[in-house]
């Protein structure tokens, strides 16, 4: 009886063990997360057969001046230009444009250089690239270089939480307050109307160039406050979305029920 009741305990403690780490996996605590997502290149013979490859190596990565990252970066960097809008002069209509080397800041550069489409998902190799033939097809991931129909980004999203528009202010504050030194704001808990502990990361960005409107009252005379060739933030790939997975859809950085994600930075 003893016996019976031993190895029952011990079955119901290797099923709690389970338990945990499959809730750990699935909430984005497990160390294997990123198997789970469309970044697990396994079962592709161009990626090796490799999970990592394609973005890193170990030996001969870029240089950091090179990629403008020390993540021992591997794959071909994209040069592409994208549309972002269109202006009218004239009656004659043109495209606004953005370049991916002065427009994205250095992390959703990388992130572009395969879901742009305009280089190939091989082509990798640190400094000995190659040259690659397997673009990327699939709607979805296959953003293009119309960015027209996408959140915008990079230069195209500076994040200003100070502007407003007839008096009512669009962006939530930084998780310090007008400072901005953070460069984070907290993940909103929607139902309940309070921010948790979790933040978003908006990306560091050089040679920006804005307009803040500083009226907080309806009607109140707007003051414009010009910023030139300025240190800011802006919202970048990485701001909602993780290569390696956190257990949430769509590679998010947290979950997007009742739309905390978006509601994190949109006053609505």
């Known amino acids: 009886m003893n016996r019976i009741l031993v190895a ?8 709690a063990v ?28 161009w990626s090796g057969n490799e999970i990592c490859r394609p973005c890193h190596t170990p030996h001969n990565a870029m240089t950091a001046a090179v990629a403008g990252t020390d993540r021992l970066w591997s794959h071909k960097l994209t040069d592409a230009t994208y549309k972002i809008g ?12 953005m370049s991916a080397a002065t427009g994205l800041d250095k992390v959703s550069r ?35 270089t119309d960015l027209t129909n996408d959140h915008p980004v990079g230069t195209n999203a500076i994040y200003d939480p100070l502007n407003s528009r007839s008096g009512v202010r669009s962006l939530k504050p930084f998780t310090d307050g007008a400072s901005g030194v953070s460069g984070k704001v907290y993940v909103m808990d929607v139902v309940n109307n309070v921010p948790t502990s979790a933040t978003l ?18 009607g109140q005379t707007t003051v414009k406050i010009t910023h030139t060739n300025a240190n ?37």
């Open 201 to 218: 990361s908006l990306r560091p960005m050089t040679g920006l160039n804005w307009t803040t409107n500083t009226n907080t009252t309806p």
């Open 8 to 15: 029952s305990l011990a079955l119901i403690g290797l099923i």
């Open 86 to 97: 269109e202006t009218t002069v004239g009656g004659v209509t043109s495209d606004v444009t």
């Open 110 to 144: 990388l992130c572009m250089s395969c879901h742009d489409g305009t280089v190939a998902l091989d082509a990798f190799g640190g400094t000995v690239l190659q040259t690659g033939t397997q673009n990327m097809t699939k709607a979805g991931p296959l953003l293009g």
């Open 18 to 45: 389970g338990t945990r780490a499959f809730a750990q996996v699935a909430d984005g605590q497990g160390t294997d997360r990123i198997r789970a997502t469309g970044h697990n290149f396994t079962d592709f013979g």
């Open 232 to 268: 800011g933030f802006v919202v970048g790939c990485t701001t909602c979305h993780t290569p390696h997975g956190k257990g949430f859809t769509k590679l998010l950085n947290a979950s997007n029920n009742s739309s905390n994600v978006c509601l994190s930075c949109h006053y609505k």
